[in-house]
């Protein structure tokens, strides 16, 4: 009897994190799947830390519950990422940080491996999420968009101020 309990309460405990990872997939706007088999403990330490000041998460799962939990969050292709030793990272904010930062540190670290993972919903290769990696975050694109909005009024401003210098030295 109390082994029928104890399984119930295992498979119980099973199907909630399988619904809470699949709430996470869904609202997140990037997951990376990287392997991370050979890390020492200070390097999953570092890249934690890296990803938590980020605003990132990284979850350590089984590959059968990231399985269910991804028919459950009705996405499709991933199915050959989940083998071996998985962990994902995923932002609900930043599309980019995730792959940036799992990118770098997998530089430094070479034991860390990109598998595949999501971008905005769609399954992405691990070729998608190195590109990924190479663009601006949020702050660098805002920039951008910032300096190619003033370039315009910055021009008119200098014509404006050359037409006035011109007119004050013809009246000189």
């Known amino acids: 009897m109390e082994v ?4 119930k309460a295992i ?3 099973k199907q ?3 619904s809470f990872i699949a709430s996470e997939l869904k609202d997140a706007t990037s997951v990376v799947v990287i392997d991370y088999l050979g890390l020492t403990v200070e390097e999953v330490t570092s890249l ?13 799962v089984k590959n059968t519950i990231l399985r269910r939990a991804a028919v459950e969050a009705g996405i499709e292709g991933l199915e050959d990422v989940f083998a071996g030793p998985s962990a994902i990272v995923y932002s609900t904010d930043e599309v980019v940080a995730p792959a940036k930062i799992v990118a770098e540190f997998a530089e430094k670290a070479s034991e860390l491996s ?6 905005e919903g769609k399954v992405a290769s691990a070729d998608d999420i190195n590109a990924l990696a190479k663009l601006p975050d949020r702050d660098g694109l805002l ?3 910032l ?17 006035a ?4 030295e013809d009246a000189a």
């Open 4 to 7: 029928k309990l104890l399984t």
């Open 11 to 13: 498979m119980v405990k």
């Open 16 to 18: 909630e994190e399988v």
């Open 48 to 60: 934690r830390k890296q990803l938590r000041e980020s605003g990132t998460k990284m979850k350590v």
């Open 114 to 119: 990109i598998k595949g993972g999501l971008i």
């Open 143 to 145: 920039s951008m968009l």
């Open 147 to 163: 300096s190619v909005l003033q370039a315009p009024v910055r021009n008119v401003a200098l014509a404006v101020k050359a037409v």
């Open 165 to 168: 210098e011109a007119k004050d």
